[in-house]
């Protein structure tokens, strides 16, 4: 996939150069707008502080962008003890797709089922996952979400989309800051301008006002436009590395039934999650969804009957969309023949209620509760700094030693198996 990854990164040059110029537009506008006598300076100050405010969310994406995403989402990091099928499964992908480093592991605690991934260079990638998706998918389908997570990460997806992310965010508040400028300065600027500058500058006002309103909108398509190929190129990533096609077809079905619109709040998170709860939600297609219809990805993946390969994917996706697919040449030239393997796991396999309960105890065992099973089959959750010697089971009344069995739970969840 080199070549993938080389023409995603001119791709994101030139995206990148799309939407500096509508920021420096919008700049450029609004200074001229401010300051109309001085039309040279004020445009040269209107770019100048549009630039600025990017150079400086810039600044703060690149020094710790994957933070504030993942605290944005919520998510807690998780170690390979307290979640090891988890950890075991990033791991299985991070080998499939050659990646050099270990991506963190991180949980959300939210029943609706999503993941994403973020990384501007794969030493500093991580993965994070809802307890929704741990409870109803199985560990075939959780394998396909993580591939195409990882896929985007190997694809350098994930430094695409904090950096457009950002300019995104920066052409949204200058309007902003513009609008609400225009808003409260009321109505005597615009007799005052209207006055000094005639119909000249009543012009400039209408079309400031205009691009102030459109750039937003003109920056978001360019951004979602770029992204539906991500989707697909991840999905063939994710083929890929798990040999097993239907886990990520499986998954996006439940995944699609089950999203919410109040689940992310973000604009600038929700397009990297591998449904888009907002759409999936609201219904939002067409020039406006950051992702390919859902429908469109299962039906290529299935359409995947006897090869994992990303020829085959090429093929599926050409059936399906009856025209030219979205892998490049170089990449289907080199592209090896693997077959599809076995599932490892069936449906009745996998309980959703027990799937669910697992997830919460390592979100509890990551904030430093510890767990105490009772032989009725009720787990005890017990708090940080608990200074009692024992417990009594609520449901039996069993006496627990707590630092005993403490100890006892810890050293059987480090003897878990991983698969």
């Known amino acids: 996939m080199w070549e993938v990854i080389q023409i995603n990164r001119r791709k994101s040059v030139f995206l990148m150069a799309g939407l500096a110029l509508i920021l420096a537009a919008l700049g450029a506008l609004i200074g001229y ?7 040279a300076d004020s445009v040269f100050y209107g770019i100048l502080g549009a630039m600025i405010i990017w150079i400086i969310m810039m ?14 989402a919520g998510a807690h990091e998780v170690k390979k003890e307290d979640a090891p099928q988890l950890y075991n499964i990033v791991e299985e992908m991070k080998i499939a797709s050659g990646l050099p480093a270990m991506p963190r592991v991180y949980i959300i605690d939210s029943p609706v089922p999503n993941a994403f991934a973020v990384g501007l260079k794969p030493e500093r990638a991580a993965v994070a996952v809802t307890t929704g998706l741990m409870a109803k998918l199985n560990r075939d389908e959780l394998q396909g979400v993580l591939g195409h997570e990882i896929g985007h990460i190997n694809n350098r997806d994930t430094l695409f989309m904090t950096l457009a992310g950002v300019t995104v965010g920066a052409v949204v508040i200058i309007a902003d800051l513009f609008l609400r400028g225009l808003w409260f300065s009321g109505g005597s600027r615009r007799r005052s301008s209207r006055d000094s500058g005639g119909q000249g500058t009543i012009i400039i006002l209408i079309v400031s006002i205009v691009l102030a309103i459109l750039a937003p909108l003109l920056a978001q398509l360019l951004y979602f436009a770029t ?20 886990g990520l077809a499986s998954a996006l079905e439940k995944i699609s039934t089950g999203q919410s619109k109040n689940f992310s709040k973000s604009r600038t998170l929700a397009p990297m999650y591998i449904v888009n709860p907002m759409a999936a939600a609201g219904g939002v297609s067409g020039l406006f969804s950051t992702h390919p219809p859902t429908e469109d990805r299962i039906r290529i993946l299935r359409g995947m009957a006897k090869s994992s390969s990303l020829r085959a994917y090429e093929e ?12 490049d040449s170089v990449s289907l030239g080199a592209a090896k023949e693997q077959g599809i393997r076995n599932p490892s796991a069936t449906p009745a396999d996998h309980d959703p209620r027990k799937g669910l309960r697992q997830a919460k105890d390592i979100l509890h065992k990551t904030a430093g509760y510890g767990l105490i ?17 024992s417990v009594t089971c609520p449901r039996c009344g069993r006496e627990h030693n707590v630092a005993a069995e403490l100890l006892a739970v810890s050293e059987a969840l480090n003897h878990i198996p991983d698969k």
């Open 373 to 389: 099973n009772c032989a009725c089959g009720l787990t005890m959750k017990i708090p940080p700094n608990f200074n009692r010697q």
């Open 33 to 39: 707008f401010v300051q109309p006598a001085y039309p």
């Open 59 to 72: 600044l703060a994406s690149l020094a710790g962008g994957e933070q504030i995403l993942l605290a944005t």
């Open 227 to 246: 992204s539906r190929k991500r989707e697909y190129l991840a999905d063939a990533s994710s083929a890929q590395y798990t040999r097993y096609p239907e």
């Open 316 to 327: 599926a996706y050409e059936k399906v969309h009856n025209n030219k697919g979205v892998i």
